[in-house]
């Protein structure tokens, strides 16, 4: 027959196991708080900063929309602003058809009138 003895028990490998090899306190919890704060950072640089830049500019170009001005939709509707209104714009997009638009749904200005232009 074999010796029992010379084997571990569970109990035993799961004490050796959850000692900490660097004695108490550890010594990696300030590693592990850095690396963190460089993966915090990392995502602010790569999506949040870049999204808040395009969401200003977006914002920007929003107010400085008049009638005259040449604007895409979100929808894909080419159309020319007639009235701007507190939360949208009259939007031309054909000779006797207008509709009303969301100032969110306003995508980009295709062409801003020339002064001449205007009348």
Do not use: C
């Amino acid at each position: 027959m074999t010796k029992m003895s010379s084997l571990i028990t569970l109990p035993e490998l799961l004490a050796e196991s959850a000692a900490p090899a660097g004695g108490p306190g550890g010594g990696a919890g300030w590693q592990i708080l850095v690396f963190y704060a460089l993966i915090a950072g990392g995502f602010y640089f790569l999506f949040i900063a870049p999204q808040r830049k395009k969401q200003k500019a977006l914002e920007k170009m929003l107010a400085e929309l008049q009638s005259g001005d040449e604007v895409i939709t979100t929808g894909g509707i080419f159309g020319v602003i007639t009235n701007v209104k507190d939360d949208r714009f009259v939007v031309r997009i054909a000779d006797d058809t207008k509709i009303e638009v969301s100032k969110g749904f306003i995508q980009s200005v295709i062409k801003k009138p020339v002064a001449s232009e205007k009348k």
